[in-house]
């Protein structure tokens, strides 16, 4: 578990990054494509979990997640 000062330093970055990304994904529809996704090192951090639920929420024809 990280620190409070640690955590909340990621959850400042954490917000941004998220909203990149959905932008991104929008634009270019690959997150619709998406099947399977792979994680490697997955540690449980906040922005790892965000990440995950990001694809969870953006890709509807998502048969499989790896972590």
């Known amino acids: 578990m990280l620190p409070n000062f640690l955590q909340e330093a990621v959850g400042i970055v954490v917000e941004p990054v ?3 990304l ?3 994904a929008i634009s270019c ?3 619709k494509l998406l099947k399977s996704v792979e994680m ?3 540690i449980g ?3 790892e ?3 995950v639920k ?3 929420a953006s890709a ?3 048969k499989e997640i790896f972590i």
């Open 54 to 56: 990001f694809i969870l």
């Open 45 to 47: 951090f906040e922005m």
């Open 40 to 42: 490697r090192y997955f």
């Open 18 to 20: 998220i909203q990149f």
């Open 22 to 24: 959905r932008a991104k």
């Open 60 to 62: 509807p024809v998502l």
């Open 49 to 51: 979990i965000e990440f």
């Open 29 to 31: 529809g690959a997150m």
